[in-house]
């Protein structure tokens, strides 16, 4: 049973663009959604996170954006530029107490 | 701080070999992981340790052991290899269970 759903797999977006990727999860009991960045040959690196006592939580260019009731977050990337073409994962938990549950990945590209 | 490390970065095995990853970690953090990253699957929890001397199994831990003898080293041993543990494997470590993970840059193994 996959706890945590990501979507799309991969996803083409040109400079300058929004990029959005979806996550959905089931268990109810995740109070931690972080989403984490990995470029190819490196260890994923933690990018944001977001606790679901709030909606949107914005770095830089980089937003999530949570619906506790769809149980689902998001990831937007404004302004894409071909430095943010990696993979990117999100993951959910119940913070202090189960493992990180990942998504299954989506590599982005960004053309110019 | 060097952060995770891990030894070695790549890595051929024949069928039946064992042999031991490593992973250290100089953040003195109580909780350290082995994931495995296989194409289309995201990263897949092996073992987890909470502090030393005390592990668990996570999402796919057979064929895999480990142990945790001191705060900073989580090795993870193959037993006997198989060509289906061919992967890219991460160590990671966090001050809790659930919290944010530093991933160190992987293990590519080839079993063949």
């Known amino acids: 049973q996959q706890q945590v759903k990501q979507s799309p797999q991969s996803l083409i977006v040109q400079k300058g663009g929004i990029s959005i990727i979806n996550c959905a999860y089931e268990?109810?009991?995740?109070?931690?959604f972080p989403w984490y960045q990995q470029f190819p040959g490196k260890g994923p690196a933690l990018l944001i996170a977001?606790?679901?006592?709030?909606s949107e939580k914005k770095e830089g260019r980089f937003t999530i954006s949570f619906n506790k009731s769809a149980k689902q977050f998001s990831l937007h990337i404004m302004d894409s530029q071909p430095g943010d073409s990696a993979t990117y994962f999100c993951?959910?938990?119940?913070?202090?107490?189960?493992?990180?549950?990942f998504g299954k990945g989506t590599r982005l590209s960004v053309i110019a | 701080n060097a952060g995770v490390t891990q030894t070695p970065k790549f890595q051929v095995l024949k069928t039946g070999q064992s042999m031991t990853l490593q992973c250290a970690q100089d953040?003195?953090?109580?909780?350290m992981s082995w994931y495995r990253q296989d194409p289309g699957m995201g990263l897949r929890l092996i073992h987890y340790?909470?502090?030393?001397?005390?592990?668990d199994q996570g999402e796919v831990p057979n064929g895999y052991n480990v142990s945790r003898s001191t705060t900073e080293d989580f090795p993870l041993r193959l037993l006997s290899a198989a060509p289906s543990q061919t992967s890219v494997y991460f160590c990671?470590?966090?001050?809790?269970?659930?919290?944010?993970?530093?991933f160190g840059p992987g293990t590519r193994l080839t079993v063949t």
């Open positions: 990671a470590s966090s001050y809790s269970r659930g919290r944010e993970q530093y």
């Open positions: 268990n109810t009991a995740f109070d931690y």
């Open positions: 977001i606790r679901p006592d709030v």
């Open positions: 993951a959910a938990s119940i913070s202090g107490n189960t493992p990180l549950v």
């Open positions: 953040m003195n953090h109580e909780y």
């Open positions: 340790s909470v502090g030393a001397g005390i592990t």
